[in-house]
């Protein structure tokens, strides 16, 4: 009961100078405020990552060469040698053959669904007649599609015969198309289009339309934005005029490969032997959790950095309420020393100012709570994010703005409790 009376007493007082409570409440607002904002849009964006992240293939493993970190060697003199990496650049010799990737893929054939491998080209503007459309050109085999979330309107992939047969055909998107053609219909299936490649011309043949979709953290508003354009793998092989083997490829996990890591650990072991004697390239694997997770840790850094700073308005705002607690207990001398002369214990009197404390702070920190939630969401929203609430950020606000308030207002509380109450009631 004797809570629920402080309570009461502590609006009361909150309510009969509402002025002044909201000014030593703003500190506190604008403190949760700026770390919930900060938190709801880091939220919302690590929801973005963990959405892009599932589309490019949250199971796949990407492999590929690095130069070899050499073991560093110190003389009797002092002086260190052999620590740089290998210096020579990538020979055929260097890369990974296509019979390496027929024993990977029989080797673990229950946990791959498939080997995905792109050669890219660079940025190259595809032409019919006077019309054009700016490509990033790629050449690909016919696993691309198992690790790549594109989504076909007509026509067909790239196909392992395309490949074989080095066909001169092209898949290209909708936006590209509706610049070449102004249409996206099957009837510009089988159509020509020249791609411009380093000044010189090449002829292709449209055989798929694939939907365009839009980057999650960039976006382009121009008519003419550069899309990705699709050929055989051994077409672009020839573009490049390039050596025969992969300097990195995808694999594609099977469903119920459970550890994605040990399988990415279990691949390098694979293909270590091969590269037991080159002196300059070794073999590496990583994975989309990996990366995902990588990300995450950057994101939530960030966020914690910018929330200590945004933190320290809540020290200003703490102060704030000690000092009109001081001045609160000034005001109140005669009420505590006539309560104390009615004999209420000094327990009593410490435990109504720190309540009084607390719900003031519970207020800022509501308030701010509300107030950044709202200013998070606007920001997601102009940024084009998905809003996301922080909840564990929410609940520490609360229980930090209790812990403000007993913290800062312990102190005014005892040096009431410790009023002599015959002073206090002579006190003017």
């Known amino acids: 009961m004797l809570i629920i009376e402080n309570i009461k007493i502590a609006f009361g007082a909150l309510f009969s100078n509402k002025m002044r409570s909201l000014l030593t409440m703003l500190g506190i607002i604008i403190g949760i405020g700026s770390v919930i904002a900060i938190m709801t849009v880091s939220e919302s964006l690590g929801g973005v990552v963990s959405d892009s992240f599932q589309d490019m293939g949250a199971n796949n493993i990407t492999v590929g060469i690095k130069k070899r970190e050499q073991e560093e060697s110190v003389r009797a003199d002092g002086m260190k040698f052999g620590a740089a990496a290998g210096s020579g650049s990538i020979e055929e010799k ?150 025969e083997g992969y300097s990195q490829f995808t694999v594609v996990t099977a469903q119920g490969t459970e550890d994605i890591s040990l399988f990415a650990e279990e691949i390098e072991q694979y293909l270590k032997p091969y590269y037991i004697n080159n002196e300059d390239y070794e073999i590496s694997s990583s994975t989309m959790e990996s990366m995902a997770e990588s990300m995450y840790e950057m994101i939530d850094t960030i966020s914690i950095a910018i929330s200590f700073i945004a933190g320290i308005s809540l020290l200003v705002g703490g102060i704030g309420v000690m000092n009109i607690m001081m001045v609160s207990i000034t005001e109140r001398t005669k009420e505590i020393g006539t309560r104390k002369a009615l004999g209420a214990r000094n327990s009593s009197i410490r435990l109504q100012f720190i309540t009084e404390s607390v719900i003031l702070c519970l207020i800022g920190g509501i308030l701010g709570i509300i107030t950044g939630f709202i200013l998070g969401a606007i920001a997601a929203g102009i940024l084009g994010y998905q809003v996301a609430a922080p909840l564990p950020a929410i609940i520490f606000s609360v229980g930090f703005s209790m812990a403000t308030g007993v913290f800062f207002g312990y102190y005014p509380a005892n040096k009431a409790a410790k009023m002599n109450p015959v002073e206090a009631l002579r006190y003017e």
């Open 94 to 243: 260097d890369l990974v053959t296509d019979e390496m990737l027929t024993g990977l893929k029989q080797t673990f054939q229950d946990k791959i669904d498939a080997v995905a491998i792109s050669e890219n080209i660079g940025s190259c503007t595809a032409n019919n007649g006077t019309a054009s459309a700016n490509i990033l050109l790629s050449g690909i085999n016919d696993g691309y599609f198992a690790s790549s979330k594109i989504t076909l309107l007509a026509g067909r992939r790239i196909k392992a015969s395309d490949i074989e047969g080095n066909k001169r055909v092209i898949m290209i998107s909708d936006k590209a198309a509706k610049n070449l053609f102004n249409s996206i219909n099957e009837n510009i299936l089988c159509q020509k289009i020249a791609i411009n490649y380093n000044g010189k011309y090449e002829d292709f043949y449209i055989t798929g339309i694939y939907k365009y979709e839009e980057n999650t953290f960039s976006s382009d508003s121009s008519s003419n934005i550069t899309t990705a354009a699709y050929i055989p793998l051994s077409a672009a092989k020839e573009l490049l005029h390039s050596y």
